[in-house]
């Protein structure tokens, strides 16, 4: 399986995480207030500092338990300084190597930044990890970056990658159905109309 090129613990290191915003995820924040609350057993890769992390476990409370997956141990460190606000717990690891406790054990897979992140010739083990993480009928809840590219970040550099909706329906279609998919409504500043929001329930 291919690596991805990126050294993330380098990047956390040196403070340079400027994907990092300081608040969760503004659509999954309108997405809890109002859609519904994910209870259960959570799973959030590459979580970061766990802003998103925090946000799920506040609104599920004592029903729901969320872990934050990072392969770097100084984002995991800096998570677990934050104050909690229930049952999270932050875990530096591989999503691509799961232990065995956590295959097959979760309810809901949060999905933010982690899928653009990747080298994008890693996207089919991505769908694979996450079809593997979840129990049947489990569901993927995502916000994908279809449009991270500008002027000084032309398609083919990156992270991010952007992707469109037929090659996630492509991609996911294996191992998920599509259950839903909308435009968000809030997102991060410059990133509005560039993001698609999908629940995918494992097959």
């Given at each position: 399986?291919?690596?991805?090129?990126?050294?993330?613990?380098?990047?956390?290191?040196?403070?340079?995480?400027?994907?990092?915003?300081?608040?969760?995820?503004?659509?999954?924040?309108?997405?809890?207030?109002?859609?519904?609350?994910?209870?259960?057993?959570?799973?959030?890769?590459?979580?970061?500092?766990?802003?998103?992390?925090?946000?799920l476990s506040a609104?599920?409370?004592?029903?729901?338990?969320?872990?934050?997956?990072?392969?770097?141990?100084?984002?995991?460190?800096?998570?677990?300084?934050?104050?909690k606000v229930g049952r999270e717990?932050?875990?530096?690891?591989?999503?691509?190597?799961?232990?065995?406790?956590?295959?097959?054990?979760?309810?809901?897979?949060?999905?933010?930044?982690?899928?653009?992140?990747?080298?994008?010739?890693?996207?089919?083990?991505?769908?694979?990890?996450?079809?593997?993480?979840?129990?049947?009928?489990?569901?993927?809840?995502?916000?994908?970056?279809?449009?991270?590219?500008?002027?000084?970040?032309?398609?083919?550099?990156?992270?991010?990658?952007?992707?469109?909706?037929?090659?996630?329906?492509?991609?996911?279609?294996?191992?998920?159905?599509?259950?839903?998919?909308?435009?968000?409504?809030?997102?991060?500043?410059?990133?509005?109309?560039?993001?698609?929001?999908?629940?995918?329930?494992?097959?």
């Amino acid at each position: 399986m291919k690596k991805n090129p990126t050294d993330w613990e380098q990047h956390y290191q040196n403070k340079d995480t400027p994907w990092d915003k300081g608040l969760a995820a503004p659509a999954l924040t309108a997405f809890l207030k109002a859609k519904q609350i994910l209870y259960g057993r959570i799973l959030v890769p590459g979580c970061g500092l766990g802003h998103d992390v925090r946000e799920l476990s506040a609104a599920g409370g004592k029903d729901t338990e969320v872990i934050g997956l990072d392969l770097s141990p100084t984002a995991m460190e800096q998570a677990n300084a934050f104050t909690k606000v229930g049952r999270e717990q932050f875990v530096a690891g591989d999503y691509f190597d799961l232990p065995e406790k956590l295959l097959g054990s979760f309810d809901w897979i949060w999905e933010h930044t982690c899928f653009c992140a990747i080298d994008q010739d890693m996207r089919e083990e991505y769908v694979k990890a996450s079809a593997s993480a979840l129990k049947t009928g489990g569901k993927l809840l995502a916000v994908f970056y279809l449009n991270p590219y500008d002027e000084e970040h032309p398609p083919g550099e990156g992270p991010p990658h952007g992707c469109t909706r037929e090659e996630l329906e492509e991609r996911f279609g294996l191992y998920f159905k599509i259950t839903e998919h909308w435009q968000p409504d809030k997102s991060y500043p410059g990133r509005e109309g560039k993001e698609l929001m999908m629940i995918l329930q494992k097959k």
